[in-house]
């Protein structure tokens, strides 16, 4: 049997080349867009909580599959899990045996809340998360803007700057992002919610102050591997909505793209926000895919 031939194995200095090449062939044979830079992998090599809660799939000296559970901070019990097997290794056993030393870890860390991702026309990865209890929490749109032939945005006046957010900020950022995102009901980030984020070399983190007061947030991933920038976690404090804010913190995140020299701007929108979806194309962004967010509760 397959599985008995199978070697697994935690995430070492000796397996970066491989996990590049995995994910430069997976994007080559599933038409995606899955970002691991030589950067990150270095990072989680430097974080225990994260290295340690990355398992390697081999078969003959083969890289065949690649699942994480990445917690969101060394202390939090939320986390984030990826599972993705070489195509030609689907449906024999490899992404269960993954997935059960995986949920192993889960435990292990005490682990509450499992966020997974998933495409909308990848059939088989929606079917082994539901199989797996993991339950649909919303739809989002992936959009895309060319940057190639795209000027630079226009800065805005004195009354605004653009401020790099640090550690010493993380509870600032917990706010705007509780304020912008969590609905009554909701479980609140904390600062808990963040820590990878911030200490990402690859993620830059920024607020938009109107004098002294702090308005508006985003975030960029820089994905040089695959040549994009990916926008996340644009909000605005409510009182500062309708003054264009929104588009202010996205021409900043589309000029720190080009400046980095990466020809494309990518972000993902939840189906039900047709106000950010409306304003993402008035900038330029067009749809271009559907993804899947999944939670399990533990």
Excluded at 69 to 87: M, Q, R, T, W, Y
């Amino acid at each position: 049997m397959l599985q008995q031939e199978v070697k697994i194995k935690s995430f070492e200095r000796e397996d970066i080349e491989k996990i590049k090449g995995f994910a430069k062939l997976i994007n080559e044979l599933d038409e995606l867009e899955l970002s691991i830079s030589e950067r990150v992998l270095e990072y989680i090599l430097s974080q225990p909580h994260l290295r340690e809660n990355a398992m390697l799939a081999y078969h003959n000296d083969e890289l065949i599959a690649f699942a994480a559970c990445i917690k969101n901070s060394k202390d939090g019990d939320e986390a984030n899990f990826e599972l993705i097997v070489h195509p030609g290794y689907r449906h024999q056993g490899v992404g269960k045996m993954l997935y059960d030393i995986t949920f192993d870890k889960f435990r292990a860390c005490n682990i509450k809340v499992v966020t997974a991702f998933a495409k909308e026309h990848m059939e088989h990865s929606v079917k082994f998360l539901q199989n797996r209890d993991f339950k649909i929490h919303k739809y989002m749109w992936k959009m895309d803007y060319n940057l190639k032939d795209v000027a630079c945005k226009a800065a805005p006046t004195d009354e605004y700057s653009f401020i790099q957010l640090a550690m010493e900020d993380i509870n600032n950022y917990v706010d705007i992002m509780n304020a912008g995102f969590k609905k009554e009901g909701d479980v609140l980030y904390n600062e808990n919610s963040f820590q990878t984020l911030l200490y990402n070399p690859d993620e830059y983190v920024f607020f938009i102050k109107h004098r002294d007061n702090i308005v508006a947030t985003a975030a960029i991933g820089f994905q040089r591997d695959i040549d994009r920038g990916y926008i996340h976690n644009v909000t605005v404090y409510s009182d500062y909505r309708g003054k264009g804010l929104g588009e202010m913190a996205l021409n900043h995140c589309i000029n720190k793209v080009k400046e980095a020299e990466l020809s494309k701007a990518a972000l993902n929108v939840d189906g039900e926000n047709k106000n950010a979806l409306g304003l993402y194309k008035k900038i330029g962004f067009e749809e271009n895919n559907t993804d899947i967010i999944f939670k399990l509760k533990i």
